[in-house]
T-cell receptor, first 116, second 112 residues
């Protein structure tokens, strides 16, 4: 069963607007870590932001922020004031760390296109 | 700072051939991962390892073997290459519970 689900395959928005990308996850662990990464056109995978499951406050990093809704197992990525260079594929990921295990699972990705 | 080095960058193999991909990291990280990424698709976990000599299967381990003989290196073997195996293989590493997981630049596998 898929543990990290990104239902939006592609989103196109105008430059300087705000975009939200969705992600839902499944886990039995009480403590876990959620990440968003982006993959540039060159193939490089870049860390963007992380949310620890035990923290109630939504994480923010520059023009990235998260909408963490733990009861819904949801971790949305919000990008404000989008720029052309934000065009990339965005991956949601969940890290489950337990005794003897440290598994990092990715969603299928959402392609973001920023139009000038 | 540190770096993850994957070798080779490009690998061409014949159908049925056994092929090995290598990954080295100098971060002194505990956990290392191997992912497969098919063209235009997401990352699927093949194997991971939380310490030297530890191996744990991911969602896509069938047809692959892995080896972690040293903390700094993690190798992946395609036991019998298939034409539908053409993909980019990505290695990653992290300290347990660390903020970030770091990725190598990938090995592109082509099977002829």
């Amino acid at each position: 069963a898929q543990k990290v689900t990104q239902t939006q395959t592609s989103i196109s928005v105008m430059e300087k607007t705000t975009v939200t990308m969705d992600c839902v996850y499944e886990t039995r662990d009480s403590s876990y870590f959620l990440f968003w990464y982006k993959q540039t056109a060159s193939g490089e995978i870049v860390f963007l932001i992380r949310q620890d499951s035990y923290k109630k406050e939504n994480a923010t990093e520059g023009h990235y922020s998260l909408n963490f809704q733990k009861p819904k197992s949801s971790i949305g990525l919000i990008i404000t004031a989008t720029q052309i260079e934000d065009s990339a594929v965005y991956f949601c990921a969940m890290r489950e760390v337990t005794e003897g295990a440290d598994r990092l699972t990715f969603g299928k990705g959402t392609q973001l296109i920023i139009q000038p | 700072g540190g770096i993850i080095t994957q070798t080779p960058k490009f690998l061409i193999g014949q159908e049925g051939q056994k092929l090995t991909l290598k990954c080295q990291q100098n971060f002194n990280h505990d956990t290392m991962y191997w992912y497969r990424q098919d063209s235009g698709k997401g990352l699927r976990l093949i194997y991971y390892s939380i310490t030297e000599n530890d191996l744990q299967k991911g969602d896509l381990s069938e047809g692959y073997d892995a080896s972690r003989e040293k903390k700094s290196s993690f190798s992946l073997t395609v036991t019998s290459a298939q034409k539908n195996e053409m993909a980019v293989f990505l290695c990653a590493s992290s300290r347990i519970r660390d903020r970030e997981v770091f990725f190598g630049k990938g090995t592109r596998l082509t099977v002829v």
